[in-house]
C-alpha cells in the first residue's frame, strides 16, 4: 500500500499501538493526524512526526463525545485539505469480575459504569469516528 502523501487519522495515538503505527505510516510518507485525549501526548508525538518530512498535527479529543468528534474531523479536514484513511486505536480495558462470589454468595457485581466506560470508547467511538471521517472523504472527494 502506497502511503506517500497520503492523510491518515489515528485514534488513541499518545501511546501504544495508535503511536506505533503512527510513526511507521509516517515514515513511509503519510501526513498525519493524530487523535487522543492527551493532548501533549499528540503534540509532542506531531513535532517528532515533523522531523520525518510529513506534516502531522494533534486533537485533542474524546472520542466519545459526539460533537467533539464531528468538530476534530471537520478541523482536520481543513488543516490537511483531505483524509484518505482512519486507523480506530483507540481503546481501553477495565478488567473486573462480573461477580465476586464466596462460599455460594455475591459479594460484589461489576459496576455498570465500568462495563459502560469500555463500550463508549471502544464500539461508540470507533462508530463516530468512522462515520465522520467517511462523511469527510466523501465532502473531500478523496480516495482512502
Avoid: W
Avoid at 493532548?39 to 520525518?52: F, P, Q, S
Wanted: one cysteine or more.
Amino acid at each position: 500500500m502506497n502511503l506517500q502523501n497520503q492523510v491518515i487519522a489515528i485514534t488513541g495515538a499518545a501511546q501504544g499501538l495508535g503511536k506505533a503505527m503512527a510513526q511507521e505510516f509516517a515514515k513511509q510518507g503519510a501526513h498525519i493526524a493524530l487523535l487522543d485525549m492527551q493532548k501533549e501526548g499528540v503534540e509532542a508525538l506531531a513535532n517528532d512526526i515533523k522531523k520525518l518530512g510529513v506534516n502531522a498535527l494533534g486533537y485533542a479529543v474524546n472520542v466519545t463525545d459526539e460533537a467533539q468528534v464531528e468538530a476534530t474531523f471537520a478541523k482536520i479536514a481543513t488543516d490537511f485539505g483531505l483524509l484518505n484513511g482512519l486507523i480506530n486505536s483507540a481503546g481501553i480495558m477495565r478488567d473486573g469480575m462480573l461477580l465476586k462470589v464466596k462460599e455460594g454468595k455475591v459479594l460484589d457485581k461489576m459496576p455498570l459504569q465500568q462495563f459502560q466506560s469500555v463500550m463508549d470508547v471502544n464500539v461508540t467511538g470507533t462508530f463516530l469516528c468512522s462515520r465522520e471521517a467517511a462523511a469527510q472523504m466523501v465532502e473531500t472527494k478523496s480516495q482512502g
